[in-house]
T-cell receptor
Framework: ELKVEQNPLFLSMQEGKNYTIYCNYSTTSDRLYWYRQDPGKSLESLFVLLSNGAVKQEGRLMASLDTKARLSTLHITAAVHDLSATYFCAVDGGWTSYGKLTFGQGTILTVHP | EPEVTQTPSHQVTQMGQEVILRCVPISNHLYFYWYRQILGQKVEFLVSFYNNEISEKSEIFDDQFSVERPDGSNFTLKIRSTKLEDSAMYFC??????????????FGDGTRLSIL
């Protein structure tokens, strides 16, 4: 059974600081997604990572995937208040379960002035 | 931008009653999914659906649950006899392809189901 672990689960940052959220998963997969969720809202797709070594950047967020280490990172650069949200990584089930996403627990990010 | 729409946004139902949650996926998408999120917990996969049949379902998706695509646009989740533990936010999602595609699953705003 695929397990996905995120850390930290809670992250309180000051504006302007950098930090990284980690997503570890337990079985082979080369497809990983990052989503953002605002309170009471839906899941907004941030990044699709489809191969080992994939790196994607959008604004102050950068995501990477290391399939050999079964690790993805979401790096936040110079945080701003608007980035406050819950961030989920989700791993695709792969050739046995394409399209079945297993989510991490989520990281609640709060950015303070 | 096309989006997945779900109705109702909030459903309150007595325990033991049947409930139907409705979703309109993005029009050119071929794969459909239901997930749920119990308050404060992570998002859990329920079922995937393609070509008018279930592709995969989780342990949560027992005999009380069913899905249907009654016409060309709607995708529904039915819970036959609701239990208190069914209270959760239910998300519908759709995608053009499955994991082999570079497109993500697009999620609706969810239906908050409250069982009394």
């Amino acid at each position: 059974e695929l397990k996905v672990e995120q850390n930290p689960l809670f992250l309180s940052m000051q504006e302007g600081k950098n930090y990284t959220i980690y997503c570890n998963y337990s079985t082979t997969s080369d497809r990983l997604y990052w989503y953002r969720q605002d309170p009471g809202k839906s899941l907004e797709s941030l990044f699709v990572l489809l191969s080992n070594g994939a790196v994607k950047q959008e604004g102050r967020l950068m995501a990477s995937l290391d399939t050999k280490a079964r690790l993805s990172t979401l790096h936040i650069t110079a945080a701003v208040h608007d980035l406050s949200a819950t961030y989920f990584c989700a791993v695709d089930g792969g050739w046995t379960s394409y399209g079945k996403l297993t989510f991490g627990q989520g990281t609640i990010l709060t950015v303070h002035p | 931008e096309p989006e997945v729409t779900q109705t109702p946004s909030h459903q309150v139902t007595q325990m033991g009653q049947e409930v139907i949650l409705r979703c309109v996926p993005i029009s050119n998408h071929l794969y459909f999914y239901w997930y749920r999120q119990i308050l404060g917990q992570k998002v859990e996969f329920l079922v995937s659906f393609y070509n008018n049949e279930i592709s995969e379902k989780s342990e949560i998706f027992d005999d009380q649950f069913s899905v249907e695509r009654p016409d060309g646009s709607n995708f529904t989740l039915k819970i036959r006899s609701t239990k208190l533990e069914d209270s959760a936010m239910y998300f519908c999602a759709s995608s053009e392809g499955r994991g082999e595609s570079n497109q993500p699953q697009h999620f609706g705003d969810g239906t908050r189901l409250s069982i009394l």
